[in-house]
């Protein structure tokens, strides 16, 4: 077992969660607030998120920081292979020769081999692709572990994470569960936590958002009983069930207000406009000293925009499946 760290002078950025636990902000492009890591400090030390490229060099001085060498990090685990959360995957091997890297299946390739992945998030995000994320390096193939439906992670002393595939946010989507303490480490599938508003909002973006797989999740999340929620954006929760069904109530709001809207123009921007006048326009605002930077990232990443485009992504294709079902229906009668 590692020695114990002294929490008293650890730097801002690094929060003790008990234990072993320590939440690290990942600093996107420079950004405090945005992305939250996990170092679980045990007998197999282990990192959940790593976020962006940029982000490589400050876990490394986080991990320094409490206490461990980069050769005692056992494990390295990614909820999913979106760039603000897997972008450094590549570094952060590099970092820590003897980690092992895992992830779900569906995301695994894209690991070893990001060309694709960086090519589609180019045609996203275009010119701000490198401010907000930077280039994903590729991490060699023999280091990373996929896992499917569920997988274990050994994070010594009998304690392990156990991994849970929980699709909508993204086809390559998975929660955590720390068989320890009960921590649940949601990712994005809940949505975007901010913890100085308390306000909770989905995260759908194109183009794997799925209503239906969401749902599917959250029941899952709420059917695990766990005693915490850790959200890669941002932060541990405590109230564990209350915060499952806010997760729902918004996404479900979300969702009939673009279909509303969708149905009667279908014009992305009328959705979007209309989303940002119903629902977000109940969402406190940010306190002032938070970071504009902070600020704008947070609504780039999961504002009304990227949101309303993930949700009329997946209208549409509901509405060609339902239309192609009919068709072949009446090709049979």
Same mark, same amino acid.
């Given at each position: 077992?590692?020695?114990?760290?002294?929490?008293?002078?650890?730097?801002?950025?690094?929060?003790? *969660?008990?234990?072993?636990?320590?939440?690290?902000?990942?600093?996107?492009?420079?950004?405090?607030?945005?992305?939250?890591?996990?170092?679980?400090?045990?007998?197999?030390?282990?990192?959940?998120?790593?976020?962006?490229?940029?982000?490589?060099?400050?876990?490394?001085?986080?991990?320094?920081?409490?206490?461990?060498?980069?050769?005692?990090?056992?494990?390295?685990?990614?909820?999913?292979?979106?760039?603000?959360?897997?972008?450094?995957?590549?570094?952060?091997?590099?970092?820590?020769?003897?980690?092992?890297?895992?992830?779900?299946?569906?995301?695994?390739?894209? *690991?070893?081999?990001?060309?694709?992945?960086?090519?589609?998030?180019?045609?996203?995000?275009?010119?701000?692709?490198?401010?907000?994320?930077?280039?994903?390096?590729?991490?060699?193939?023999?280091?990373?572990?996929?896992?499917?439906?569920?997988?274990?992670?050994?994070?010594?002393?009998?304690?392990?994470?156990?991994?849970?595939?929980?699709?909508?946010?993204?086809?390559?989507?998975?929660?955590?569960?720390?068989?320890?303490?009960?921590?649940?480490?949601?990712?994005?599938?809940?949505?975007?936590?901010?913890?100085?508003?308390?306000?909770?909002?989905?995260?759908?973006?194109?183009?794997?958002?799925?209503?239906?797989?969401?749902?599917?999740?959250?029941?899952?999340?709420?059917?695990?009983?766990?005693?915490?929620?850790?959200?890669?954006?941002?932060?541990?929760?405590?109230?564990?069930?209350?915060?499952?069904?806010?997760?729902?109530?918004?996404?479900?709001?979300?969702?009939?207000?673009?279909?509303?809207?969708?149905?009667?123009?279908?014009?992305?921007?009328?959705?979007?406009?209309?989303?940002?006048?119903?629902?977000?326009?109940?969402?406190?605002?940010?306190?002032?000293?938070?970071?504009?930077?902070?600020?704008?990232?947070?609504?780039?990443?999961?504002?009304?925009?990227?949101?309303?485009?993930?949700?009329?992504?997946?209208?549409?294709?509901?509405?060609?499946?339902?239309?192609?079902?009919?068709?072949?229906?009446?090709?049979?009668?």
């Amino acid at each position: 077992m590692h020695d114990d760290v002294d929490v008293s002078g650890l730097p801002e950025g690094i929060t003790p *969660l008990g234990d072993d636990i320590f939440a690290i902000d990942t600093m996107l492009a420079g950004y405090p607030g945005i992305v939250s890591s996990y170092l679980i400090r045990s007998e197999r030390p282990c990192i959940v998120e790593v976020g962006t490229s940029t982000s490589a060099r400050v876990l490394h001085e986080a991990v320094t920081r409490l206490g461990l060498a980069p050769e005692d990090l056992a494990t390295i685990v990614v909820t999913h292979i979106h760039l603000d959360h897997a972008g450094g995957t590549g570094d952060m091997a590099a970092l820590f020769p003897n980690a092992e890297i895992v992830v779900h299946e569906r995301g695994a390739r894209h *690991l070893a081999d990001p060309s694709r992945l960086m090519h589609s998030a180019a045609m996203v995000w275009g010119d701000r692709l490198d401010t907000l994320f930077g280039r994903m390096s590729p991490t060699e193939g023999t280091r990373i572990r996929a896992v499917a439906g569920t997988g274990e992670i050994d994070l010594g002393g009998g304690r392990k994470l156990v991994t849970h595939h929980a699709p909508g946010h993204a086809k390559h989507h998975m929660g955590l569960v720390d068989t320890l303490t009960g921590d649940l480490y949601v990712g994005d599938a809940l949505g975007v936590y901010k913890p100085l508003t308390g306000d909770l909002s989905p995260a759908t973006p194109p183009p794997d958002f799925d209503m239906e797989a969401c749902l599917r999740t959250l029941r899952l999340f709420g059917d695990i009983g766990a005693r915490r929620l850790m959200f890669s954006h941002f932060g541990a929760v405590t109230s564990v069930s209350e915060t499952i069904d806010r997760a729902e109530a918004e996404l479900r709001l979300w969702v009939e207000t673009v279909r509303e809207s969708h149905g009667s123009t279908g014009d992305l921007d009328h959705a979007i406009a209309m989303v940002r006048d119903k629902v977000v326009s109940r969402y406190k605002p940010l306190p002032p000293e938070v970071s504009p930077g902070t600020a704008e990232i947070l609504d780039t990443l999961s504002g009304a925009e990227t949101n309303v485009s993930g949700i009329v992504h997946w209208l549409d294709r509901l509405a060609q499946e339902q239309a192609e079902a009919r068709r072949a229906e009446e090709e049979r009668a």
